[in-house]
């Protein structure tokens, strides 16, 4: 069965690697592993378990000479088990990953916990 | 406008109060249930780690609320989900006054919906201050329906409950409404599908063979947070829907426009007479009436919450009003605005012309009040719950987790609190407890957010009468 690495990074918190088989999702994995990820309905609706990607196969946004930003694209890194309805476009765009339908391509870095989630919307009045 | 509106004569509705036989659960009338209970000295309370990095599942909470106990204001036991991520939210007991003439039927299990994980439990509250979790049915018993995201609960009279959901197996729309039998198990879909679009909560009045819904949005719009682009595109609902709750069908519709953004709870006047009834819309911040006249149902903004200018905010901050109740006795309407920091009573004897009493300004963005006992408020009042004898408003602080980081980021670090007010009825008046605080911010594994309150004999919105 051939997995990947994902490396699952806390901000501001641990970091831990875990290796995901082709047909599990990241969440799947990380709980057979004993580690644990926030999430919500498992189905890709609520975004509860969202993650950004940090880096795909050693490449980082940083690495991007293109320009158009998409160094770190969810398609090369993720296949998705089924539509990721909690993201928008934009979100998906920027790197954001729906983790409990997610399983991995390629060895990538990708941000975790709480405080990703709250990254998705803000005070539209503030 | 008559208040005493009756379509159906009580031999229609199979409930003959010439002859009334209480042998079941709940109060035979509203003024029974005001006269007859005892004060609450227990509450359930839903409580959430969900969307946290405590590694803990949701639990429900039993406070005490005796002020002759030793443990008053704490929380004496925890009654642990058996997975993580449910977001409970509202919840609902298997049978109430409206089954009060059931001989055998009592009002003794608790049905506890995840909003987010569309798992519905089942606690067994024989013993109250030791409820235990006695049944589950999973999230896929629940997806072959088509449905998901439970949310509010009723018993329907005879033993059966009924669940609002609103989103499809995907967490888009159509919702619609999950019915279980009296072994808590999936009955079926309630209604034919497809005679709404959005859900949120419900209230019927079986002697008027009516029900009315509300709306909130798809799940995939409203569980990932608040984003005024989903308005501009109209995912968020305005309408209201009347059914025919003998048939489980949609008979009218009603646009409350602009104004009527979000409707969220909404409220029957609890005399089984009654056709009156309240539904806040919690965007655009007021309060509709709602009423059947000449035979169809109509709707008029009677309370109108106006935004305020904050310093530290670009735009005007709207009131938010996310929950309503109204009084045992169908005097008042009790409401909380979460942004604000507001709880508010409306005389609404009147239900047309409901007169402003008195409001409490604690909590939220704008409250006089940031703390009590020394525990600075992290946000407004959200949930509220009644006594039945209308004397004591209780509320607690957390609306949803996602749109909780929003707006109040606050409360995920200290958890929420459930406060209470003195309220002098014949006054009209409501005074804060300082001397009442219970602290979620304290719970062992973290703090924990605290959504809907509810009394273990029936409580202000839990109970219908036929």
Same mark, same amino acid.
């Given at each position: 069965?051939?997995s ?9 918190? %641990? ?32 975004g ?33 088990r ?6 928008? %476009?934009?979100h ?31 005070? %539209?009045?503030? | ?90 919840f ?30 089942v606690?067994?509250? &024989? ?104 308005v501009?595109?109209? &995912? ?56 059947e ?10 309370i ?59 909590g ?55 406060? &209470? ?5 014949? &006054? ?36 219908v009468?036929q």
């Amino acid at each position: 069965m051939p997995s990947h690495d994902v490396t699952l990074e806390w901000i501001n918190g %641990p970091t831990r690697t875990v290796a995901v088989d082709a047909d599990e999702t990241v969440l799947q994995a990380t709980e057979r592993a004993g580690g644990t990820l926030p999430y919500g309905c498992r189905t890709g609706a609520c975004g509860t378990c969202v993650g950004r990607l940090l880096e795909v196969d050693g490449v980082t946004k940083a690495d991007d000479r293109t320009g158009d930003g998409r160094a770190v694209d969810v398609d090369d890194a993720f296949t998705y088990r089924r539509a990721p309805r909690a993201l928008k %476009p934009r979100h998906q765009d920027d790197g954001y990953v729906l983790l409990c339908i997610a399983s991995p391509r390629a060895d990538c870095r990708v941000a975790v916990g709480s405080q990703v989630q709250s990254e998705l919307v803000d005070n %539209p009045w503030k | 406008m008559s208040d005493a509106n009756t379509n159906r004569s009580e031999s229609e509705s199979g409930h003959d109060h010439a002859d009334h036989h209480h042998a079941g659960p709940g109060y035979a009338t509203p003024q029974a249930a005001i006269e007859e209970s005892e004060r609450e000295t227990l509450a359930y309370v839903m409580g959430l780690y969900v969307g946290t990095d405590i590694d803990e599942p949701d639990f429900v909470a039993v406070v005490d609320l005796d002020p002759d106990s030793e443990t008053y204001c704490e929380i004496v036991d925890r009654v642990e989900m058996p997975a993580r991520g449910d977001e409970l939210h509202h919840f609902g007991w298997n049978a109430c006054s409206s089954s009060c003439h059931v001989e055998g039927l009592e009002r003794r299990h608790l049905i506890v919906p995840g909003q987010r994980s569309s798992r519905i439990h089942v606690i067994d509250t &024989k013993d109250r201050r030791d409820p235990e979790l006695v049944e589950v049915i999973e999230p896929e018993e629940v997806f072959e329906y088509d449905l998901s995201a439970p949310h509010t609960v009723h018993c329907v009279p005879d033993g059966k409950i009924l669940l609002s959901m609103l989103g499809d197996a995907d967490g888009e729309l159509p919702g619609g409404f999950l019915e279980l039998n009296d072994d808590f198990e999936i009955e079926g879909r309630w209604e034919p599908p497809g005679e709404i679009e959005m859900n949120y909560d419900y209230w019927y009045q079986p002697r008027q063979n009516v029900m009315v819904s509300s709306e909130w949005a798809a799940p995939a719009t409203y569980q990932p947070g608040f984003d005024l682009e989903d308005v501009e595109d109209g &995912k968020y609902g305005q309408q209201l829907h009347v059914w025919d709750w003998e048939e489980g069908t949609v008979e009218q519709t009603i646009d409350l426009g602009e104004e009527g953004l979000i409707p969220l709870e909404v409220r029957f006047l609890h005399t089984p007479e009654s056709t009156h009834g309240f539904v806040g819309a919690a965007l655009s911040s007021n309060v509709f009436h709602f009423w059947e006249e000449d035979g169809e149902y109509r709707a008029e903004k009677v309370i109108d919450f106006e935004a305020r200018e904050h310093p530290d905010w670009d735009m005007p901050v709207p009131a938010l009003p996310t929950d309503i109740l109204i009084s045992m006795d169908d005097r008042y309407l009790f409401g909380s605005n979460w942004l604000h920091g507001e709880v508010w009573m409306y005389d609404v004897s009147d239900p047309a012309n409901p007169q402003r009493a008195d409001s409490l300004s604690v909590g939220g963005h704008f409250g006089e009040v940031q703390e009590v006992q020394g525990r600075e408020l992290a946000a407004g009042p959200q949930m509220v719950q009644l006594s039945l004898d209308g004397e004591r408003l209780y509320w607690t602080t957390s609306l949803f987790s996602t749109w909780d980081d929003q707006f109040y980021p606050e409360e995920a670090e200290r958890g929420s609190v459930m406060l &209470k007010a003195d309220v002098d009825p014949r &006054k009209g008046t409501l005074e804060l407890d300082e001397d009442f605080l219970v602290d979620f911010g304290e719970c062992p594994a973290g703090p924990a957010r605290a959504h809907e309150i509810r009394w273990p004999d029936g409580d202000c919105t839990s109970d219908v009468w036929q």
